[in-house]
């Protein structure tokens, strides 16, 4: 029963601090892109490389916040790389979808793949760095 708890807790966990990073970097972003963009769209190589490196550095980050796992257990912490960037992107894609139902500017994060690239970055930093 612990066992169970403690995966739920610590999927739930993982999902929610990535899902917190990916909002606050975008907020971040949004202030610092605004002034210089000259266009809507961005290159989606570009942003592909830059939700790894934002997924990464947010990953190193988080190890200084929390630098243990709340799952102990490699086993169980392996579901959690696999689900949680899932989980992160669907969440991205479907806050992608309310944005735009509401005529609201979307940022390159708003997307399943950069949500989900985020995400994995961010959760592989932790699996591997995290004691």
């Not at 266009?39 to 490389?49: E, G, T």
Request: with cysteine; proline share 3%.
């Amino acid at each position: 029963m612990e066992a169970i708890f403690e995966l739920i807790f610590g999927l739930l966990w993982e999902l929610f601090a990535n899902i917190i990073f990916q909002l606050l970097v975008e907020l971040g972003l949004r202030s610092l892109v605004e002034p210089f963009r000259k266009s809507d769209r961005m290159h989606p190589v570009f942003a592909f490389i830059g939700s790894i490196l934002l997924g990464s550095l947010a990953g190193v980050v988080s190890l200084w916040i929390a630098p243990n796992h709340i799952v102990h257990s490699k086993h169980l912490q392996g579901y959690g790389l696999l689900f949680v960037p899932l989980l992160c992107g669907v969440t991205m894609a479907g806050l992608r979808q309310l944005k735009e139902s509401k005529g609201r500017q979307v940022f390159f994060l708003d997307s399943f793949t950069y949500g989900y690239t985020f995400a994995l970055f961010m959760s592989l930093v932790r699996f591997y760095r995290a004691g």
